[in-house]
C-alpha cells in the first residue's frame, strides 16, 4: 500500500462533467491522470456541457486531464448524419480529444425510421468508424451490459448490479425479452470490431465479458488491436477470484497489455466536491489493495472478505499506467 502514493497512475474512464476542480485535485493528491469520457447518456449534463467541461479541464491541466469526444445518434438515418458527425470528430481532434466513445444506446435504445434497433454493425455506423480510425483516435466502446443484466435481481452476482438495475429497469434486459439476448449484443460488437481492422478498440466495462475471464482472454486473442478498462467491474472480477484466485491472477499476468485501469468515477453538476474526493480516494485505495496487495479487504457489494491478487510490480505498471499512455498516445510521466 505505501507504493500507492509513489506509483505514476491512470484512470482510463472517468466523468467529469463539470468545470470544478475537485477531481483534478484529488488526482493530483492520489497520482492520477484521466481519460474523461463524453457520453450521450439521458442522466448527464448535455453533450455540448460535457465537451465544454473536459476541454476547460484538459486546459487547467493537460498533462492530467485527456478526454474522449461523443457524438448523438439524433438525425441517424437521414441525409448528411454521417458527415455532421464526422465533422464533428474531426474538430474535437483538433482541441485535443484522444477517443470517442459510444454508448449502449446503440444496440438497446436508438431505433431508426421503421421501429428497429440501431445495432453497432448497422451499415450507416461504419463511416464514423472508419473516421475515427483515420484521425487515429481510439473507439471506446459500451455495448452490451454485464451479464447480470439478463437474470433475475435475485440471480445476480454482485449488489451493485441489484441496485442499479432495480433503478433503471428500462436497461435490465429480463425485464425485457423482445429485446436482443446477450449473445447477440456481443457477437453484434465482435462483427463490428472484425468490420473493422486497425481501429484502436477499447471495451468499456470489461468488453460487458467481466462475468468470465475465459471468454475475455477470447475475444482479446481474437482482436489484437483490442484492450479493455475495468471500469465499475472490479465486483465481477472479485466474485470470480473468491472461487478460483490462481485463475484471475493468470489471466490478469497473461493478458497484462491489453488491460487498462478504469472507474468510472462520475462527477455532475449536483456533486458535492468534498464527498466526491473521499469516495474517490477510497474507491482508488481499494482497488490498489486488491491488485497490487495480497491483503483482504470486505466487498460490500459481495458480503464477502476479498484477499488481493498481489500482481507483479511490472504488471501493475502495466495496467494502472503504461497501457493506457500507449493507448491513448498521452505523454508518460518519469
Not at 473493422?196 to 475475444?219: C, T
Amino acid at each position: 500500500m505505501d507504493d500507492f502514493a509513489r506509483v505514476p497512475k491512470f484512470d482510463a474512464h472517468v466523468h467529469a462533467n463539470v468545470d470544478d476542480p475537485a477531481f483534478l485535485e484529488q488526482a493530483r493528491q492520489d497520482g492520477f491522470e484521466l481519460m474523461s469520457i463524453n457520453v450521450d447518456y439521458p442522466d448527464f449534463p448535455s453533450i455540448a456541457d460535457q465537451h465544454a467541461a473536459a476541454t476547460a479541464l484538459a486546459k487547467a491541466d493537460p498533462a492530467r486531464l485527456h478526454w474522449a469526444a461523443t457524438f448523438s445518434m439524433d438525425g441517424f438515418g437521414q441525409p448528411g448524419w454521417a458527415d455532421r458527425v464526422n465533422a464533428g470528430l474531426a474538430q474535437a481532434k483538433s482541441e485535443g480529444a484522444r477517443a470517442v466513445k459510444i454508448w449502449k444506446n446503440v444496440g438497446m435504445i436508438e431505433k431508426d425510421a421503421d421501429g428497429r434497433l440501431i445495432m453497432l454493425d448497422h451499415p450507416g455506423l461504419s463511416p464514423v468508424a472508419e473516421q475515427v480510425r483515420a484521425l487515429d483516435l481510439v473507439l471506446i466502446g459500451h455495448q452490451g451490459e454485464p451479464h447480470n443484466c439478463w437474470l433475475p435481481l435475485e440471480q445476480m452476482t454482485t449488489d451493485n448490479d441489484r441496485e442499479y438495475f432495480r433503478n433503471h429497469p428500462q436497461y435490465h434486459m429480463y425485464l425485457h425479452p423482445d429485446q436482443p439476448s446477450y449473445d447477440d449484443q456481443i457477437a453484434t460488437r465482435d462483427r463490428f470490431v472484425a468490420a473493422h481492422p486497425g481501429l484502436r478498440f477499447v471495451g468499456a466495462h470489461m468488453g460487458s465479458l467481466e462475468y468470465d475471464v475465459d471468454r475475455l482472454g477470447a475475444f482479446l486473442d481474437r482482436f489484437p488491436d483490442a484492450s479493455v478498462d475495468l471500469a465499475a467491474r472490479m465486483s465481477q472480477v472479485q466474485y470470480q477470484s473468491l472461487r478460483d484466485r490462481g485463475k484471475v491472477r493468470a489471466f490478469f499476468i497473461r493478458y497484462q497489455d491489453r488491460l487498462l485501469y478504469g472507474t468510472d468515477l462520475t462527477v455532475n453538476p449536483d456533486s458535492d466536491p468534498s464527498e466526491f474526493r473521499r469516495s474517490a480516494h477510497d474507491v482508488w485505495t481499494a482497488d490498489w489493495r486488491y491488485l497490487a496487495t495480497a491483503e483482504s479487504q470486505r466487498v460490500d457489494t459481495l458480503d464477502a472478505d476479498v484477499p488481493g491478487l498481489a500482481l507483479p510490480r511490472e504488471v501493475i505498471d502495466k495496467v494502472y499506467y503504461r497501457n493506457a499512455v500507449r493507448v491513448f498516445g498521452t505523454a508518460a510521466r518519469d
